[in-house]
């Protein structure tokens, strides 16, 4: 019984807060609600209560013109009805679409303003996924919340006139009713048990499921899976997939339809003995033909849409907002919160300072970082340089603000970086992750994206400075033109070179006092490289830089070369400072070097 009433308690929070939102964004959406539920609990008397005055007038009187108004009451009533229920169902079809792209849009902005360590977080997608799935076919959405809540109000407002009607015939008629429905509603409780059961278990196989038919059948893998007969994989894997999903759905069907047995059968011997009982009392002469009629009418009405129509629309809606619930979780999650205030004159921007700086992952107990200590001066060239995983790009996520420290401080101008306002202090960085993505927008929208106070006018330069002005010179479009072929058949599929070069000529568009490049050039050859290190070199000029990559030649021009190891600074120095040293750079330079001197 506690679960009963904790499970009410949980859906009645989950209707509020999407109907709190749903006034926000459509204020007509519940009174449109409330409008439904009044006309559906007037209409059905007008099928129950008008006929008992037609059949008395045709055994009584027989009065033609008496029986042609009630005739006409009972149809111009229904007609009435019908045609007002379907104009509010076409008004919330067409509001309830809409909410339910706000609630898309909704999770789409929380993806972009929650911390940005739910985005690397299992659970955190997960959640998403339950948000998606919860919201769509298992519970329909808002729509299928109102659907509930408008069949419930619709019963409670149908039960008390029906009450009035069955108790002056037979309150036995009543209990009888009630105990139909008690076995009905302990089924149907089970049925959603099991639904409930497979909900839980779908966001993972729905991962895989989404992989297999969405992302690895789009053209990035087409060449993988023609070359190397991946086809033969991909599919062995779907039917696997497909095995699961249906074992999970036929358990659960079985379930359902166990269940369901006794709750129909239930349902027909309450029909057959209540037909009966009435009848008895219609011949024994104690109800008239026209009572037994509408009584008959009135424990249809009772028991399936007062009763059952009550337990049943209650449990559904547990059911729904339980589903509904994972986009309340999602959407729970903590917003990146940026609370520094302090103006950031960049102008006066006189380097960065590491001060005794730890860090570890959120729910982690293993630092990345270990007590880092450094200073980079303004205008200096920084090659950061060590083995996978040493943290050297966790640095610049730290750098970017994107965590924060677990121990220490990160200083510009004397203060910690997280006392200036987040907008201004971003304004410093132009970043290319190795991991860039592009947009499916033009050239020129993917390079000027959110850069709003660059002063450079012309995207040529730009061009010129990443290598693809000959390029793009060359494309019909040039700069309109879209990237890769999603929205235009007459956009561009770019190579991983190329892509990585307008990456970077979103970066030199933004003109920052502080450039970061964590490896973008892996997709390049050493020659394409060292031209584009050597174009920014001509460009960052009296800038701040800050490099990372794996090919230890491109840290020749920097003026100082940072080694990460076991978590912590190893090796300060130039280029030649450190093969002198013989240390951990010299062993790693020369390793790679004896490729070129053997090729």
């Not at 002056?168 to 099991?194: D, E, G, W």
């Not at 009772?302 to 994972?326: D, G, R, V």
């Not at 060359?474 to 561009?492: A, I, S």
Request: net charge neutral; with cysteine.
């Amino acid at each position: 019984m506690k679960s009963l009433f904790a499970s009410i308690r949980k859906s009645y929070r989950t209707c509020r807060y999407f109907y709190k939102l749903a006034a926000k964004e459509k204020r007509g959406y519940l009174f449109v609600i409330i409008l439904s539920i009044l006309i559906s609990s007037i209409a059905p008397f007008i099928n129950i209560l008008v006929p008992k005055y037609v059949i008395d007038e045709l055994m009584g009187e027989q009065n033609r013109q008496m029986i042609f108004v009630y005739v006409l009451t009972i149809a111009a009533g229904n007609f009435l009805a019908a045609v007002i229920t379907r104009i509010l169902q076409e008004i919330r079809a067409v509001q309830e679409d809409m909410l339910s792209r706000r609630f898309d849009l909704s999770m789409s902005e929380k993806a972009m303003k929650m911390k940005f360590a739910y985005t690397e977080t299992e659970s955190a997608l997960s959640a998403r996924q339950r948000a998606e799935t919860g919201m769509s076919w298992y519970s329909g959405g808002i729509k299928g919340m109102s659907d509930c809540v408008v069949k419930i109000g619709t019963s409670f407002g149908v039960f008390f006139g029906v009450v009035y009607i069955v108790v002056r015939i037979s309150p036995l008629l009543l209990l009888m009713s009630v105990f139909v429905v008690s076995v009905n509603s302990f089924c149907t409780s089970k049925i959603n048990q099991a639904s409930q059961e497979v909900f839980e278990k779908t966001p993972a196989i729905n991962k895989f499921y989404s992989y297999i038919y969405t992302r690895i059948t789009g053209r990035a893998y087409a060449k993988e899976l023609r070359l190397y007969h991946g086809g033969d994989l991909v599919e062995k894997k779907s039917i696997e997939n497909a095995d699961e999903l249906n074992k999970m759905d036929n358990e659960c069907a079985r379930k359902q339809f166990t269940w369901g047995i006794p709750g129909s059968v239930m349902s027909a011997l309450g029909y057959g003995v209540s037909y009966c009982y009435l009848g008895i009392m219609a011949l024994r002469g104690t109800i008239s033909v026209s009572e037994f009629v509408m009584c008959i009418t009135a424990i249809e009405t009772f028991t399936n849409e007062c009763l059952l129509a009550i337990i049943t629309n209650t449990q559904q809606l547990i059911m729904k907002s339980n589903f509904m619930n994972a986009f309340m979780e999602y959407m729970s999650l903590e917003d990146e919160s940026h609370t520094g205030t302090q103006e950031l004159d960049i102008a006066h921007f006189d380097g960065i300072s590491f001060e005794h700086v730890s860090f570890r992952y959120p729910g982690s107990d293993q630092y990345i970082l270990k007590d880092i200590n450094l200073k980079i001066k303004r205008g200096e060239r920084i090659s950061i340089v060590g083995l996978n995983g040493a943290g050297k790009s966790t640095l610049v996520k730290l750098i970017c603000r994107l965590y924060e420290v677990t121990e220490g401080t990160i200083k510009i101008c004397g203060k910690n970086i997280n006392e200036y306002s987040y907008e201004k202090y971003i304004k410093l960085l132009s970043v290319v992750f190795q991991d860039f993505k592009l947009f499916g927008y033009s050239l020129d929208e993917n390079i000027r994206l959110g850069s709003r106070d660059s002063k450079l006018e012309s995207l040529d330069a730009v061009y010129e400075i990443s290598g693809i002005g000959d390029w793009v010179e060359g494309l019909r479009d040039k700069g309109e033109t879209l990237v890769c072929k999603d929205f235009d058949e007459n956009g561009v599929e770019l190579s991983g070179g190329q892509a990585q070069k307008v990456a970077i000529a979103r970066a030199v568009y933004r003109d920052a006092p502080i450039v970061i490049l964590d490896e973008p050039t892996a997709a390049l050859d050493p020659v394409a490289e060292y031209e584009v290190y050597n174009r920014f070199n001509d460009l960052i000029r009296n800038k701040t830089a800050i490099y990372i990559s794996h090919r230890l030649s491109s840290c020749r021009f920097c003026d100082k070369i940072i080694v990460i190891s076991d978590r912590t600074i190893k090796e300060i120095g130039t280029h030649e400072e450190l093969l002198n040293l013989q240390g951990i750079y010299a062993e790693m330079f020369q390793t790679q070097a004896q490729w070129y001197v053997e090729g």
